[in-house]
């Protein structure tokens, strides 16, 4: 069982990232997936989630701004990030709630002023 996150990286204030997370070992269809990041210095907050119906919910902070969805064929989960602030800086992490909890390594967003 594995979370692979990828497409991290830096960009300057107003740019735009697409995250993408790659699960092995599991199954998507019907888990919760989401995004979650954590700054330095701060705990673990909710970016996105997204249902095995499709429902999505965001943090107040992203809202209008980011975009998650998902391809169960490709067991996959993405994040779609506009509008980007240096606030956004962070270690973006992937999630998968399924019988059990799982989590990707993480993938470092930075973004300059």
């Known amino acids: 069982v594995q979370l692979q996150a990828s497409g991290g990286g830096w960009v300057q204030a107003g740019g735009t990232l697409r995250l993408s997370c790659l699960g092995s070992g599991m199954i998507f269809g019907p888990a919760l997936l989401g995004w979650y990041r954590q700054a330095p210095g701060k705990q673990r907050e909710l970016v996105a989630t997204i249902t095995s119906g499709g429902d999505t919910h965001y943090g107040e902070s992203v809202k209008g701004r980011f975009g998650i969805s998902r391809d169960n064929a490709k067991k996959a989960v993405y994040l779609q990030m506009n509008s980007l602030m240096p606030e956004d800086t962070a270690v973006y992490y992937c999630?998968?709630?399924?019988?059990?909890?799982?989590w990707g390594q993480g993938t470092q967003v930075t973004v300059s002023s």
């Open positions: 999630y998968y709630g399924y019988l059990n909890n799982y």
